[in-house]
C-alpha cells in the first residue's frame, strides 16, 4: 500500500513569489491534514479536510494560505505571496477514520522563503 | 488549548545504554496518546500509541510508554538502545472529543554512540 506523498520534496522560492505545495494522501483515508514545523518549534497544525470539506481551519496563519482538496483526493496548499517567516517543513497526513485513528505522515516539504 | 512538554531536547548516550523521553501534556479530558519517531532522512511513524486499556503501551522496535494519568505523562523508554535508534521523537496528543488535531511536543533529538 502505497504512504502519503508529497511533492515537491523541497522549494526554494523568494518573499513575495507564490508556491503551492501538494499531498496525496493514503488512498481511502477520507481525512487529510496538514501541519507546519517552523524551525526550532513544535509541529503545528495548520488544517483538516474531511473529503473535500475544510473541517477546521483554524490553524492556518491568515489569508495568504489557501488548502485545497477537490474531489476528495489529494490536496494543495498555496501560499501567496510567500514571507520569509513561512519557511519551515510542511507535514501532510491522512487517516481513514476521524476519530481515535492513527493519522500517517508524508515525508515533508521543506520550504524556503529567501 | 493543549500543550505538551518534552525536556532534555537533545540526549545523546551510547549503545546498550537505557532511554527515558519525558512527555507531559495539559488537558483536563480524556485524551489519545502517541510518540512518533523520523529518523534520518525519513518521515514521520507511529511508534506507538495509547487510547485506552492497559497504560503500559508496547510499540515498535523495543519501545514502550506509560501513561500515568494523574501525572498528564506519556513517558517513552527503552531497556537498551541500537545506534539505529538515533532520531528525533515526538510526543503527540489529541482529545477524543475534538476533530483528531494532533499537539506535538518540541521533539527529543537522541543520538546513539556506537
Known amino acids: 500500500e502505497a504512504g502519503v506523498t508529497q511533492f515537491p520534496s523541497h522549494s526554494v522560492i523568494e518573499k513575495g513569489q507564490t508556491v503551492t505545495l501538494r499531498c496525496d494522501p493514503i488512498?481511502?483515508?477520507?481525512?487529510l491534514y496538514w501541519y507546519r514545523r517552523v524551525m526550532g518549534k513544535e509541529i503545528k497544525f495548520l488544517l483538516h479536510?474531511?473529503?473535500?470539506?475544510?473541517?477546521?481551519e483554524s490553524g492556518m496563519p491568515n489569508n495568504r494560505f489557501l488548502a485545497e482538496r477537490t474531489g476528495g483526493t489529494y490536496s494543495t496548499l498555496k501560499v501567496q505571496p510567500a514571507e520569509l517567516e513561512d519557511s519551515g517543513v510542511y507535514f501532510c497526513?491522512?487517516?481513514?477514520?476521524?476519530?481515535?485513528?492513527?493519522?500517517?505522515f508524508g515525508p515533508g516539504t521543506r520550504l524556503t522563503v529567501l | 488549548a493543549q500543550s505538551v512538554s518534552q525536556h532534555n531536547h537533545h540526549v545523546i548516550l551510547s549503545e546498550a545504554a537505557s532511554l527515558e523521553l519525558g512527555c507531559n501534556y495539559s488537558?483536563?479530558?480524556?485524551?489519545?496518546l502517541f510518540w512518533y519517531v523520523q529518523y534520518p532522512g525519513q518521515h514521520l511513524q507511529l511508534l506507538l500509541k495509547?487510547?485506552?486499556?492497559?497504560?503500559l503501551v508496547k510499540g515498535i522496535k523495543g519501545f514502550e510508554a506509560e501513561f500515568i494519568k494523574s501525572k498528564f505523562s506519556f513517558n517513552l523508554r527503552k531497556p537498551s538502545v541500537q545506534w539505529s535508534d538515533t532520531a528525533e521523537y515526538f510526543c503527540?496528543?489529541?482529545?477524543?472529543?475534538?476533530?483528531?488535531?494532533?499537539?506535538f511536543g518540541k521533539g527529543n533529538q537522541v543520538v546513539v554512540i556506537p
Open positions: 479536510f474531511v473529503k473535500e470539506s475544510k473541517q477546521d
Open positions: 503527540a496528543v489529541t482529545s477524543i472529543y475534538g476533530n483528531n488535531r494532533l499537539a
Open positions: 488512498s481511502g483515508h477520507d481525512n
Open positions: 497526513a491522512s487517516s481513514f477514520r476521524t476519530y481515535t485513528d492513527t493519522q500517517y
Open positions: 495509547y487510547f485506552s486499556g492497559d497504560p
Open positions: 488537558y483536563g479530558g480524556t485524551v489519545n
